[in-house]
């Protein structure tokens, strides 16, 4: 038993083995347990010497079978620890981080500026009232103008704003000038029944930006506006004011920026005219005034609806205003802000 015992304890090749080899010699039913079962069918003299035999002969296989097991543990042990080696030298697998979207981008530094001359920044919903979309600015249900924005309906009072503009009448209705004048922007998206093309979208952005104050012109309009093209496309810039209609605003204006030839920093085709079109603006309208409560006696203000798509795209040369839409990473990665 012993000679056989021994042998296959070190023919175990792994703990499932010796755990068997334990079974069918220590067990039950064991080869050992038997002949320690049997001895009281001994003598008296015989089973002293028989039982201690037998007892030693255990105690051997024991320990054999526990030396093994360790033994086999040990090298599972090794072997695991072999096929989990990590080389810390390997050089690491670069970790992608995203950049703001050159959209994001562009209205940030529209902000900034706006900030740094004391504007604050509110926001509006994208969900809009035809109230406050139409009717507080001066375009009543019947108003031909209304033509000039496709509009999303949603119920026949519930629209997706077509404009930044309701943003305005919102924030005249609440403001209170014995805290100072009112100088705001709100940047945000807004929606238009369009067809998509190279140069339209069916959301797109504006910037909406409104001063009231006493004793506010538009020479207040021509200098703010000036300034936040210099700085957005280079100090070379010019603005010129062309008269315009907006039911909001009298006198209407469009504004266009001085053209520059592609090359360099803030390259963008420019048009024979030699300008180009970036924004609408112009002096709040009485009617608009007094339907937030404001008395256009005293207190007047400028208005204007900057898109900040056109703005990247003269900015960048993009000549397809659905590249800001199509998440092309391709197109997205040449914005990056990284070193
Ligand atoms: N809301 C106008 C538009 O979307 C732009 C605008 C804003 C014009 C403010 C004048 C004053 O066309």
Redesign the pocket.
Known sequence: IKKNGLEEIKQAENSNHINDVRVKLLGKKGSITEVLRGMRDLSAEERPKVGSFANKIRDELTEAITKKHEELEEKKLAKRLASETLDVTLPATEVKLGTPHVLVQVIDEIEKLFLGMGFQVVDGPEVEEDHYNFEM?NLPADHPARD??DTFYITKQLLMR????PV?ARTMEVHDFAQGPLKMISPGK?YRRDTDDATHSHQFH?I???VIDKNITMGDLKGTLELIAKKVFGAEREIRLRP?Y?P??EP??EVDVSCFKCGGAGCYVCKNSGWIEV????M?HPNVLKMAGIDPEVYGG??????PDRFAMLKYGVDDIREFYLNDVRFLEQFSQKG
Do not use: K
Request: no cysteine; glycine share 16%.
């Open positions: 600015l000039m924005q077509t404009q930044t503009s305005q807004v504006q909406e930006g409104l315009s907006f909001f605003t209407s204006v924004l609408g603006a112009g709040v400028f208005a204007f609806g900057l898109g």
